[in-house]
């Protein structure tokens, strides 16, 4: 047990160190020990409770989410944003904004970007700063035509992010799923539409977006997908796509006619990618985020506080 004279020790080196702002090197010279002998001192004085400290901030929250998320799916970043009294436009605004933060500072030496589609994607393009990147070529990674929607395929996104960015983009002129794998190889095999593909493969950095085929679904609402095909997804253990692409609870592609019929990347082209940032919004998307996550899909993922608290504690866990 320690005995009164060490606790006082203890509470006289903390007071100087967190009230009076002493260094360690200061409080060692005045004391007459070494510094690390202070050091071990100031950690005691934590781990007996003699310390506690807080961080009496609104950030405080999300960045414990974000460094919880790092550390239990091995993401090279996580970017967590509160989502209190927001509405889902107001919460996909935010992370557009976050996303396009994160974009803004880690794109210096990269010479191409991919994007893929969606409504939140679409809220990143809106919320980029203008800059100055002539020599930085967008790609979109997956097919977006049609008269529905325009607003969120990846050609306009790729178009709308390169006048952001004052650099160039390419144009991939086919729809992100087509009707027969007959039409699918014309349209793989004619040259525009194979360069374009392949300069996808070749990005740098990507930014996509993660859909729940089964609720709030953009490619349901769209018409990509029937009642039919749902059911069919269902069958096969679908639990979410990345640029039109389904995959299983465990991250793994699923074996499913419609993932032959998307005109893009698949997924393990995506896993090749050196930089893959993930945005998403809402609790009805955490089991497609987790299997994005198992798949090693995101390298970094921009997400909102909610989503964050249910991935990292489901309903019904002890953590």
Known sequence: MMNWE????????????????QTQAQIASKMGVSRPVISKLLN????????????????AHTVELEQQLEKTYGLKEALVVPAANLSTEMVKHAL??????YVSKNIKDIKSLGISWGSTLSKFVQEYPFEQHRDLQIVPLVGGMGRKFVDIHSNLLAYQLAQ???????????????ESLELKERLVQSEDIAMVL????????????????????????????????LDSLKLAGAAGDIGSRFYDADGYQIKHPL?????????????????VIGIVEGAHKVESIRAALKGGYLDVLVIDDVTADLLLHPPGSTD
């Open 44 to 59: 005691k004085a934590r781990e007996m409770g003699i310390v506690e400290i807080y961080i009496k901030d609104e950030n």
């Open 96 to 101: 557009g904004k976050a996303a396009s933060s």
């Open 198 to 229: 392949k300069e996808g493969r070749s990005v740098e950095m990507a930014v996509v977006g993660l859909g729940n085929p089964f609720e709030g679904s953009t490619m349901t609402e769209m018409q990509y997908l029937t009642s039919d095909d």
């Open 259 to 275: 993932n032959d019929l998307v005109i893009g990347l698949d997924l393990e082209e995506f896993k090749k990618i050196p930089q």
């Open 164 to 178: 952001k960015m004052n650099s160039y983009c390419s144009y991939l002129y086919a729809p992100a799923m087509v």
């Open 6 to 21: 060490e606790r006082r020790q203890i509470v006289k080196v903390a007071n100087l160190y967190y009230f009076d702002g």
